[in-house]
């Protein structure tokens, strides 16, 4: 199956500094990228659907300024976590569809874990 | 997009068949039903999808009945590995970019020797 790849796994950084987390579909063109965020015990949250060359659209209750998505290619989309603070603390996923069909199936990273201190 | 609703946790037992129910009353027309496995700390894995009656593969079978408010996902003979959290999601397969995914709580299945 197709893979989606996430860089870093694991990130800690220090409360306002500013986190880029990186998702790759490796062998297939992603029109279409998700990113989640999950905290312990509970479920994925959408946070975002990034399309290759236009704007992200957010969900209701995420901060667009904060949370900036970046989808430049078919193959990366990147997630910046801006003046980064302790409740950001999380699991962050993003999932990758090749086409541009909603029947296409959706490839999940394996999720970077940030840690803010 | 459809509300799920499933059983916050599930236990049994290495080799027993598990059954998860999944609820969507509001299900539409054009919906499909899809079931992911997740294990702690990774990313959500496909399981199976399907639209109505019975779909199977390698890893389970899910079984939806005809008013389709409601499906099973069905786990032959499980073992300790199939413990994880698993969710059910309904979703228009045929909206394109807009199809995006919601995910409900899941249901944490819990396997012992």
């Known amino acids: 199956g197709a893979v989606v790849s996430q860089h870093p796994s694991r990130v800690i950084c220090k409360s306002g500094t500013s986190v880029k987390i990186e998702c790759r579909s490796l062998d297939f063109q992603a029109t279409t990228m998700f990113w989640y965020r999950q905290f312990p015990k509970q479920s994925l949250m959408l946070m975002a659907t990034s399309n290759e060359g236009s704007k992200a659209t957010y969900e209701q209750g995420v901060e667009k300024d904060k949370f900036l998505i970046n989808h430049a290619s078919l193959t990366l989309s990147t997630l910046t976590v801006t003046s980064a603070h302790p409740e950001d603390s999380s699991f962050y996923i993003c999932?990758?569809?090749?086409?541009?069909?909603?029947?296409?199936?959706?490839?999940f990273g394996p999720g970077t874990r940030l840690t803010v201190t | 997009l459809a509300k799920t609703t499933q059983p916050i946790s599930m236990d049994s037992y290495e080799g027993q068949e598990v059954n998860i129910t999944c609820s969507h009353n509001?299900?539409?027309?054009?919906?499909?039903i899809t079931w992911y496995q997740q294990f702690p700390s990774q990313g959500p894995r496909f399981i199976i999808q399907?639209?109505?009656t019975k779909v199977t593969n390698e890893v389970a079978s899910l079984f939806i009945p005809a008013d389709r408010k409601s499906s099973t996902l069905s786990l032959p003979r499980v073992s300790l590995s199939d413990t994880a959290v698993y969710y059910c999601?309904?979703?228009?397969?045929?909206?394109?970019?807009?199809?995006?995914?919601?995910f409900g709580s899941g249901t944490r299945l819990s396997i012992r020797p």
């Open positions: 999932s990758a569809r090749a086409g541009d069909g909603g029947g296409d199936e959706q490839y």
């Open positions: 999601l309904v979703g228009d397969r045929n909206r394109g970019s807009a199809s995006k995914i919601i």
């Open positions: 509001n299900i539409a027309t054009n919906d499909y």
């Open positions: 399907g639209y109505k």
